[in-house]
């Protein structure tokens, strides 16, 4: 076979760039996916009792891009669902990011803006360098605001505490002294109005690519001619591991469908200090299906397994780089994506690099 661009995964990144370089030139692309389907990560389908859920875990996409999201819009409309995340902590439901709202539920009483920030201020540890996650919380919030929600939920999801995590992964969320109870204040956000599936199934539609599912590159690559590569898979297994293996943390996800209509007040609900799992996904919010029954996740973090999430760590950054460097020799292949560049990247940060790459490769 022979191929202008051989692209290496079917997620976010795979798709973007095969779209954007078979709508704009007349190339061939042989687009080959592990996987036997397409979307990567945010593949959503029809459950046997007919509930759309997501495989792999809860997928929001939010964006300030305009640029990115006016090029998805190309592809699908979207639901207008707003996120809105509750932590269950002291036997209480609360929103989060920590905002008015949590704070007068957690504690029963009422606080102005003024009076917050008074008490974030007396009670934050004052600190001259942010050096990790702890210390991105207790220095805006304190101590028992990093306990109640932070400490261990962060021991179940990484595998240690956030005082041996980057600021990179704490700071992802804000604090609030509005009610704003929000979980992504972006200007754009929402999920596809017919699912992920369904938007990247319209990305690809075209006869230059070619899908190749439940391939590994590997299989196929000695018997395609192809100019160039793109590969959105992990970086260490394309070296071979020849600098050891990447860490990552793994998901387990264990699916339940329930005879009833709803099991939660949110599509997302955390469990900071109880239970093996983080949190629980109830699906049906995120789409509005109007089902008699509905499918909750619970999301169980793990050592081994798929590989989900790269670690934010000095020690992983310092191999990781390693890799970069034997990539940065090679010419004509491109390394993109969540598992290639190693980092903790959003839907939207991954569409945005693709376009970047696309741009650079025209
Ligand atoms: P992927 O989606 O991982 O796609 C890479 C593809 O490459 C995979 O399908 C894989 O099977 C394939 N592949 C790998 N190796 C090979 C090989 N050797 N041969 C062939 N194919 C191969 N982001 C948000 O913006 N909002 C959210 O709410 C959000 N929630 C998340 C929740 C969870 C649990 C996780 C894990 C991530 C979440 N993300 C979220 C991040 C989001 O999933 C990623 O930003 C996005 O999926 C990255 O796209 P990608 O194309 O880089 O990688
Ligand atoms: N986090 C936490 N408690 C929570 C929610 C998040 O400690 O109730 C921490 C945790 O370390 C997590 C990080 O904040 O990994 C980022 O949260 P986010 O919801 O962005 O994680 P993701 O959806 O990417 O898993």
Redesign the pocket.
Known sequence: MKVDFLI???????CTLAERITAQFDKKVLL????DHIG???YDYYNEDGILIQK???????TNLKDVWDYLCRFTEWNGYVHRVIAVVRGKEVYLPVNLDTMERLYDRKFTSEELEEYFEQHRVKLDKIRNSRDVVVSQVGEELYDLFFKNYTKKQWGVYPDELDPEVTKRLPVRFNRDTRYFTDAYQGIPKYGFTRMFRRMIDNKNIHLLLK????EIIDSVEYNKLIY???ID?YFDYMFGKLPYRS?DFKFETLDREQYQHAGVVNYPNDYDYTRITEFKHFYFQQHRKTTICYEYPMAEGDP??PIPKPECREIYRKYRKEADKLRSVYFI???AQYKY??????VSGALKLFEGLI
């Open positions: 290496v995964g079917a997620g976010f990144a795979g080959v996916e592990t996987r990567g990560n945010t792999y875990g809860p997928h929001i996409f939010h391939t590994d590159y590997r959105t898979g992990p297994y998901l989900y999430y994506g969540r598992l990247l959003n839907m939207d940060q991954v």
